[in-house]
């Protein structure tokens, strides 16, 4: 019989003769969508991921995370660095003598309540008659009580009668003419009966450098001013003569060094008789508010690795940088402010002088947070007290 010839298929490669063995099933293929027949994996070894050839975009998130954590912690060290190094230079200017005379903190400053005294010093050396002065033109009282989130700051007017121990009576700015920051210390814990943890003595001639660094700071002005005539801003006597003084208008007003300096000073407003040199404590408050607040801003924060031993540089105090950055976030985390300012009545016998009067105590028993806040009492143009503002 004669053989039968033997079937044949026809493929894409060509023509065939015999029957074609098929693969397994687990490792065959089989038609795609458009009807060719297709090997599912035509050789050894492991089988090929679906996305190898692709784009791994999680492995490049995760690189760009890591590389700005990086540089996270590149800005931090380099931002404490740099306020170490202003925060030493600031330690060394403090006299031994007033880091003495301070009572030392129980706990850190991040959790525990402190009093620190800020004490201006405004040298005015431009004016002949004051270029030896080296009285204390702002002293001021600061409370942090980072568990209630309050800040409470306590004006003490610079005429204020008080004992300067060693040296009599006498103004209370006279402290620190005697015998520095440590006499300063000691009078104000006289007058008040509260220990002093922390002290900053602040050259307000270089304050202005300090607010142009961090880009100037923004004042709620309460009422419009115009000024006595001081620092007139022209060359010319002919134009100081007919410059009526130095304006503010009510509201927020950003401020750069110069100006905000000016408005801390002014002791005189035309527009309002009423106000006093007590006026003019409130309106240093609100300048050393706004520029605390200005140094703990994101936008600051992001320079400080340039500026840090800038805005050290008009300081002397015992700070150390960890306690400036707890500072800081106490300043950050507060929601309540409250201003107070002590007083008293002229005296009778010349040299300016004020003398303390009844309120005193009420009103720092309100800056400790153990009464409640009173205003000074009607018809008192000095008078101690928690002023409400206008």
Same mark, same amino acid.
């Given at each position: 019989m %004669?053989?039968?010839e033997k079937p044949?298929?026809?493929?894409?490669?060509?023509?065939?003769k015999g029957?074609?063995p &098929?693969?397994?099933k687990?490792?065959?293929g089989?038609p795609g969508?458009?009807g060719?027949?297709?090997?599912?994996y035509p050789g050894?070894?492991?089988k090929p991921?679906?996305?190898e050839?692709r784009?791994?975009?999680?492995?490049?998130?995760?690189i760009?995370?890591?590389?700005i954590?990086?540089l996270l912690?590149?800005w931090?060290?380099?931002?404490?660095l740099?306020?170490?190094? !202003?925060a030493?230079?600031?330690?060394d200017?403090?006299?031994?003598?007033?880091r003495?005379?301070?009572?030392p903190?129980?706990g850190?400053l991040?959790?525990?309540p402190t009093?620190? +005294?800020?004490?201006g010093t405004?040298?005015?050396?431009h004016i002949?008659q004051r270029?030896?002065?080296?009285?204390s033109?702002?002293?001021m009282?600061?409370? &942090?009580?980072?568990g209630k989130?309050?800040?409470?700051?306590l004006?003490i007017p610079?005429?204020l009668? %008080?004992?300067i121990?060693?040296?009599?009576?006498?103004k209370?700015n006279s %402290?620190?003419?005697?015998?520095?920051a440590?006499l300063?210390?000691?009078?104000?814990?006289?007058?008040?009966g509260?220990e002093?943890?922390h002290?900053?003595?602040?050259?307000?001639?270089s304050?202005t450098k300090v607010?142009?660094k961090v880009g100037?700071?923004?004042?709620?002005v309460p009422?419009?001013?115009?000024?006595?005539k001081f620092?007139?801003?022209?060359?010319m006597?002919?134009s100081?003569?007919?410059?009526d003084g130095w304006r503010?208008?009510k509201?927020?007003r950003h401020?750069d060094?110069?100006r %905000?300096?000016i408005?801390?000073r002014i002791?005189?407003?035309?527009l309002?008789p009423?106000?006093?040199?007590l006026t003019?404590?409130?309106?240093q408050?609100a300048?050393?508010q706004?520029l605390?607040?200005?140094l &703990?801003s994101?936008?600051v924060?992001i320079?400080?690795?340039?500026?840090?031993?800038d805005?050290?540089?008009p300081l002397? &105090?015992?700070l150390?940088?960890?306690e400036?950055i707890?500072?800081?976030l106490v300043?950050?985390?507060?929601?309540?402010?409250?201003r107070c300012?002590? !007083?008293?009545t002229p005296?009778g016998?010349?040299g300016g002088? +004020?003398?303390?009067?009844?309120e005193?105590?009420?009103t720092i028993?309100a800056?400790?947070?153990?009464?409640a806040?009173?205003?000074?009492?009607p018809?008192?143009?000095?008078?101690?007290?928690?002023?409400?503002?206008?």
């Open positions: %004669a053989q039968r044949y298929h026809v493929y894409r490669g060509g023509r065939t029957w074609v &098929t693969l397994p687990k490792e065959g089989g969508r458009d060719r027949f297709r090997l599912r050894p070894g492991p991921r679906a996305s050839g784009p791994n975009w999680r492995r490049w998130i995760l760009g995370v890591g590389a954590l990086v912690l590149v931090l060290v380099a931002s404490y740099a306020l170490r190094s !202003g030493n230079a600031a330690n200017r403090l006299a031994p003598a007033a003495a005379a301070l009572v903190q129980n850190l991040l959790s525990h009093i620190l +005294l800020l004490l405004d040298s005015a050396a002949k270029a030896g002065f080296r009285r033109d702002s002293i009282l600061v409370r &942090t009580d980072p989130g309050r800040i409470n700051y004006s610079r005429d009668r %008080a004992e121990p060693g040296h009599g009576t006498d209370i %402290a620190f003419q005697i015998g520095g440590s300063a210390i000691r009078t104000v814990r006289n007058l008040t509260l002093v943890n002290v900053v003595t602040a050259n307000f001639d304050f607010i142009d100037g700071v923004t004042i709620d009422a419009p001013i115009i000024s006595n620092d007139c801003p022209y060359k006597q002919a100081c003569d007919r410059w503010f208008g509201g927020r401020m060094g110069r %905000a300096l408005y801390a002791r005189e407003n035309k309002d009423r106000e006093t040199d003019r404590g409130e309106r408050q300048v050393i706004a605390l607040s200005r &703990t994101p936008s924060l320079k400080m690795p340039f500026i840090g031993d805005v050290m540089q002397a &105090t015992d150390s940088a960890g400036l707890q500072y800081a300043k950050k985390r507060s929601g309540h402010v409250l300012r002590l !007083g008293g005296s016998f010349g002088y +004020l003398v303390a009067d009844e005193t105590r009420s028993a800056f400790l947070g153990r009464s806040p009173q205003p000074p009492l018809g008192s143009t000095f008078g101690s007290g928690c002023p409400v503002r206008r």
